[in-house]
């Protein structure tokens, strides 16, 4: 069936093609990486065709993979064997399969989830079909689930999936072999641009401070437009969403490297949208560890070169560990989710009386059936200020979202309060308008576990041929940045500013913890919000996101920036969060209301 659909739906870029022979890059000083997909479900072939036919880029490559989608891969591989990959890649592919030969494009993409042979065998299957000769390999090993591994804190619980993230040398030695379109399963996210720069430069596995900034090109493009335009704090700077353009990687073989996008298009990229992907998801500055290196980027420096063109050096790089990163994932129970606008005076109020009413009687149902109270339960008021930590009971808005989650072990529970979620529009109080996509569906909970597994009792083969890591140079402890640094605050005049102001920030998940990255718009700014701007200010003014919320901060003078780890923010992240936020993207959004106060009149801080 995938196949029919796959040669129906392509055949009108692929049918009228002739072959033509390939030519060997002309140089191999300089390499251009362009990235298409930050994620499965990222925009279709527009990119893909983008930066094929404007971004003159030698290396083509896709991120696809989170913590959730390794395990909705796993359900569609548990009904269907032959599938567990990430269908879309045909469909960002297919309208520039011809380019990629007659230009010698190479691909690199993830996309081969938890079956890369299927994936791989699905497209060559193809590529022949419409007769383009590309050679196709496969990266696997990453795969641990038939591994008898035990965690001792979820000892006896079935695992869904549990993937190791593996580097970017397997990936190199593909392309090295004659490969054309490489698919790997879990691999960290920067080893798509990492492999293609061993492969081309041949960049030796223990020059560590190359590998760092290869490394560094890849973070910054794994997320596509978040690094050219998307996500921006000025976002009222940005020209033409509707074009954005997706970020280009133009790599020197010392490994300073430029970010830009293609020309005639819409983002933008510059210093502020590159530093801010830069702290995006990372935790220590001086340690983001990955297979192939541990990287410092404290003292990374970001300068913008032209338009959109930023020049980004000094990555540090050091020995990784001898383990590899895994992800484990299981099933622990189900939630439902209802959304209901309700307006009105009042509004948030009989939103929040309608919502707890409802959990009630359902708890009385529960208790006739022998079933156990919600283990969890979150209702908040959307518009009220219930995600600033805002009391529900004090807001005065006349129209919210009332958002209503609720988790239990009995999958039969969550169908009973999805049949009486509804009887709220006409037996409680007014206002209640609809429920926004029907009656909630249940939906399994899939907590994240990581761990660490020795890497040489990983297998990875390419292409079926067994693959032997080349770095044995391995570090027995973990680098780590120095204890914060608490200095005392200077007042330095009688203004008061809105961070925002002040700095570029931006947040996002790993598992149940959180980032929040800030950046100063002037490095005049550093010392003055450093000393301003501690784990403790930042966990009192975030305290809402739960008790037992632990923050951490880690500096970046090179930029000018701060970083700051926020643990246990999230109501167990990803899906297992009955929060609104669950990948803690607004944090960022909702941080920038801070108010730094004792400061000079801005433009004292602010260059032109």
Request: glycine share 10%; hydrophobic share 35%.
């Amino acid at each position: 069936m995938l196949l029919r659909k796959s040669a129906s739906t392509y055949s009108k870029w692929l049918s009228s093609y002739t072959y033509k022979k390939r030519f060997l890059s002309s140089s191999s000083e300089r390499v251009r990486i362009g990235c298409f997909s930050g994620f499965w479900g990222d925009s279709c072939s527009f990119a893909s065709q983008q930066l094929v036919n404007k971004g003159d880029i030698d290396f083509l490559v896709g991120d696809y993979l989170a913590e959730v989608t390794m395990s909705l891969l796993a359900a569609m591989k548990k009904r269907r064997p032959e599938l567990g990959f990430c269908p879309d890649f045909f469909e960002h592919l297919a309208p520039v399969g011809p380019k990629l030969a007659e230009k010698n494009i190479k691909v690199v993409v993830n996309a081969g989830g938890l079956n890369p042979d299927a994936c791989a065998k699905t497209l060559k299957g193809l590529l022949q079909q419409f007769g383009l000769s590309l050679n196709v390999a496969s990266v696997v090993g990453d795969d641990l689930i038939n591994k008898d591994i035990k965690i001792p804190e979820i000892e006896g619980i079935p695992y869904n999936t549990m993937n190791c993230y593996l580097g970017a040398e397997p990936i190199a030695k593909a392309l090295d072999d004659g490969a054309d379109i490489v698919i790997t399963g879990r691999c960290v996210d920067s080893a798509l641009v990492l492999g293609p720069l061993i492969h081309k430069f041949g960049w030796n596995m223990n020059e560590f401070d190359k590998l760092a900034q290869g490394s560094l090109a890849g973070h910054l493009v794994e997320c596509g437009a978040q690094c050219s335009g998307g996500n921006f704090t000025d976002w009222h700077l940005v020209p033409d969403f509707s074009n954005v353009g997706f970020p280009i990687v133009d790599v020197e073989k010392n490994g300073v490297f430029k970010v830009t996008k293609p020309v005639k298009t819409g983002g933008l990229v510059s210093f502020g949208t590159v530093a801010e992907q830069m702290l995006y998801e990372i935790g220590d500055s001086q340690c983001y560890a990955l297979p192939d290196v541990n990287c410092d980027f404290s003292n990374v420096s970001i300068k913008e070169t032209g338009e959109n063109e930023v020049e980004v050096s000094g990555a540090v790089g050091k020995p990784p560990s001898s383990t590899y990163k895994v992800s484990a994932t299981y099933i622990d129970g189900y939630k439902a989710t209802s959304m209901a606008p309700m307006i009105g005076p009042n509004a948030a109020q009989k939103g929040k009386l309608n919502a707890i009413s409802t959990i009630e009687r359902c708890e009385k149902i529960f208790a006739k059936m022998g079933m156990g109270k919600f283990e969890e339960v979150n209702v908040e008021c959307l518009g009220s200020g219930s995600n600033y930590g805002q009391s529900i009971e004090s807001s005065t808005a006349k129209e919210v979202v009332v958002w209503s989650s609720v988790r239990h072990k009995n999958k039969k529970a969550l169908e009973m309060y999805a049949k009486e979620i509804a009887g709220a529009s006409t037996g409680m109080a007014p206002g209640f308008t609809t429920l926004v996509g029907g009656r909630p569906k249940p939906t399994p909970i899939l907590r994240y576990k990581p761990f660490f597994y020795p890497k040489d009792l990983v297998e990875i083969s390419v292409n079926d041929d067994k693959f032997e890591n080349s770095n044995s140079q391995f570090s027995n402890t973990q680098p780590q940045s120095p204890p914060e640094v608490i200095n005392s605050v200077v007042k330095e005049g009688d203004h008061s500013y809105r961070l925002e102001e002040l700095a570029f920030l931006r947040s996002g998940d790993k598992g149940n913890s959180a980032n929040l990255g800030i950046i100063c718009r002037d490095k005049s700014l550093y010392e003055v919000l450093d000393a301003r701007l501690t784990s403790s200010v930042v966990k009192e003014y975030l305290n809402f996101l739960g008790d037992d919320l632990v923050v951490t901060k880690y500096n970046l003078p090179g930029i000018g920036a701060f970083n700051f780890v926020l643990d246990n923010a999230l109501g167990g992240g990803g899906v297992a969060s009955l929060k609104t936020d669950p990948q803690g993207k607004a944090i960022g959004q909702i941080f920038s209301d801070f108010i730094v106060e004792g400061l000079k009149e801005k433009s004292c801080y602010l260059s032109e």
